[in-house]
């Protein structure tokens, strides 16, 4: 295995440059793009617990900008879950030109509800200025063709996004937001070049995502906390209220960065933590590779049978089986007491004692790779 293609180049925001200038120029060139993204997403809210109180919350009206969006990403097909996302959200967006794909998950800190705080406002909203960042922008060096004049190729429209950048951009977007008071969020922000295949992440929290090659996982996302079940997270804080002066406050500068090349047949899945808490690398790599083998024995029986293939990409499908399972399986073991979880393995870490699965929103978005 070539070790430059394999092994993640990582780094801290801290140490990456986030100042640089954003370029509005017009016209572009299309070059050939041979990766192509199948993502599918799945998520499912958790029950109520009768022991909390519930908040009184204005959502976000589905006549505004951001409700006609959320509203939009929660008619994705979703299975036997529903619409209930809970406290988490996430968006998919192609990117200018589809040059690629931007995609992340947020999962709002659900302390806020003791304060009567809707922590599902935040992240919404960090997700719906995501994914207005990325829709205009390219996932790497803007495309120009080489053989055009100075002038010419100076005039190609869009800029460069990094992941970094459009969780900056983001984040500033909902300290602006008027309806959102105030809470927190942990985030996970992917752009996928469909040019040259190169992954590229920011994570703040206990979001993440980890790629599974030829049935490894070969990379996992750490998570940022500050103590244990106490995640990294931005935050808006009530300007007038001096009693959230300790809360945690961390900056998209905060983010761990990453940077990889995918190759045909790699799968990614992003993820909040509901699914990291309750589910097993080794688990989600058994049921992606159920769903690809049923998949492949469909596809077969049709041409046995010659019956008409559906005109949506296999992969497409497929990507949306493996979320949906992964999800099931998720809710499945984090009402499960008796089997232990990772969280509980991590509990055990801290000298805690905790039995059994997480009950937790959980988001699940999986990306199956293609490569022409």
Not at 137 to 144: D, F, I, L, S, T
Not at 152 to 173: F, H, I, K, M, N
């Amino acid at each position: 295995m070539n070790a430059s293609t394999a092994a993640p180049l990582v780094k801290s925001a801290a140490r990456a440059s986030s100042s640089k200038q954003f370029k509005h120029i017009h016209n572009y060139s299309t070059f050939p793009r041979p990766y192509r993204f199948h993502v599918g997403a799945s998520w499912a809210g958790k029950p109520h617990d009768p022991r909390e109180p519930r908040v009184k919350t204005s959502p976000f009206s589905p006549d505004t900008a951001i409700g006609r969006w959320r509203d939009k990403m929660l008619s994705r097909p979703n299975g036997p879950a529903g619409t209930d996302i809970g406290e988490d959200f996430f968006y998919i967006q192609d990117m200018r030109e589809k040059s690629g794909v931007s995609l992340g998950v947020a999962d709002g800190v659900g302390g806020w509800v003791e304060s009567g705080v809707d922590p599902s406002l935040f992240s919404q909203a960090l997700m719906y200025h995501a994914h207005r960042y990325s829709k205009a922008a390219w996932p790497g060096e803007p495309e120009v063709d080489p053989t055009q004049e100075y002038e010419e190729r100076e005039q190609v429209e869009g800029w460069e996004l990094t992941p970094l950048e459009c969780l900056e951009s983001a984040y500033g977007g909902v300290l602006r937001e008027r309806n959102v008071l105030a809470g927190s969020s942990t985030a996970c922000v992917l752009t996928l070049n469909s040019s040259n295949g190169v992954l590229r992440a920011a994570n703040l929290g206990d979001s993440g995502f980890l790629v599974i090659r030829a049935s490894s996982v070969i990379y996992t996302q750490r998570s940022q906390t500050h103590f244990f079940n106490c995640p990294k997270q931005l935050s808006k804080l009530p300007t007038s209220e001096k009693r959230f002066s300790r809360a945690c406050v961390d900056h998209p500068s905060d983010a761990d960065l990453c940077e990889m090349k995918l190759r045909h047949g790699d799968i990614l899945i992003a993820y909040t933590d509901g699914l990291s808490d309750n589910v097993f690398p080794a688990e989600m790599v058994t049921i992606c590779s159920m769903v690809a083998r049923q998949s492949q024995m469909t596809r077969r029986t049709l041409t046995v049978t010659g019956e008409q293939e559906s005109q949506q990409p296999v992969e497409d499908q497929e990507a949306q089986d493996m979320a949906e399972r992964i999800v099931e399986y998720a809710r499945t073991c984090m009402f499960n007491r008796k089997r232990v979880s990772p969280f509980e393995r991590a509990a055990a870490r801290e000298g805690m004692y905790f039995r059994g699965g997480k009950v937790d929103d959980v988001t699940v978005l999986v990306t199956i790779v293609q490569e022409a």
